[in-house]
């Protein structure tokens, strides 16, 4: 068979904005694909939820890629080992309550399982902006993440969500963009985003699954945009606390979206 570049051409474009087109009504946004927004999309696609990430970057996968100062290993704590063991990555004893993963082979499992669960990746795409109704987040406002790099002027187009979730770790930056274009508050002591303070990873673990949760009707936040949003340390490259949130924000999502519909 000889190749005909137009007809390469075609096929990703015509399967791209299909793609696209079926994801503009969702029921859940996934704004980040590191691991805990990953871990997130899988879980909900699993039940039958109709899921799409919407990463900034090229690659997906956030700051588990380069491990600890791009030594591409991490570490987690026993109840994520098993998560990890659960979905077929290969984790090793380091000492009491230590364990470790291949960075590469576990940001690799995650997006390849969220994809085969039915999730959505739509990478190099920024969230400029969000849709609010009556003081609820009902969607996202996305662009291409050259034009937001370049300063172009250039309109958006908007997906609708049921829930949005804030998984863009440290940024913040949805409830950054809904705070600053809307006169609302988050429910947070505050009323705003608390800030993400230094390094203490035996709190930051903790902290992270403890702050998984609603930050605005129809935001929940996970991660380390959890800790940022509510205001608590980072934790490094440890990673229970990142997959722990992960399987909860989805629970908390999936909870949500079956009360409504009953």
């Keep these: 068979m000889s190749l005909d570049e137009i007809q390469i051409s075609r096929a990703i474009v015509d399967r791209y904005f299909s793609k696209l087109s079926d994801c503009l009504d969702l029921d859940v946004a996934v704004v980040g694909a590191g691991p805990s927004g990953m871990l997130a999309a899988m879980r909900l696609a699993e039940k039958g939820r109709k899921v799409a990430l919407f990463e900034r970057k090229l690659a997906p996968g956030g700051g588990m890629w380069g491990g600890g100062m791009m030594f591409n290993e991490i570490v987690v704590q026993e109840a994520a080992a098993e998560i990890l063991k659960g979905l077929g990555v290969r984790v090793r004893e380091a000492g009491e309550g230590y364990f470790t993963a291949d960075s590469v082979e576990c940001t690799a499992t995650l997006a390849s399982l969220a994809c085969r669960a039915g999730a959505r990746f739509f990478n190099l795409v920024s969230v400029e902006d969000v849709l609010v109704r009556e003081n609820r987040v009902t969607g996202l406002v996305i662009n291409w993440t050259p034009v937001e790099t370049q300063g172009l ?3 958006p187009l908007s997906v609708r969500a049921r829930c949005v979730i804030e998984a863009t770790g440290h940024p913040t930056e949805v409830l950054k963009v809904l705070l600053r274009k809307n006169d609302v508050r988050l429910l947070t002591e505050t009323g705003g985003i608390v800030g993400e303070r230094s390094m203490w990873a035996d709190i930051a673990e903790t902290t992270t699954l403890a702050n998984t949760r609603e930050a605005f009707p129809g935001v929940f936040v996970t991660g380390m945009a959890a800790n ?4 608590s340390f980072r934790m490094g490259p440890i990673f229970g606390g990142m997959l722990l949130s992960g399987e909860r924000v989805a629970e908390l999502v ?6 409504e519909a009953a």
Excluded: N, Q
């Design 153 to 155: 002027h250039v309109d």
């Design 228 to 231: 940022a949003t509510f205001g």
């Design 254 to 259: 999936e909870a949500r979206l079956a009360a």
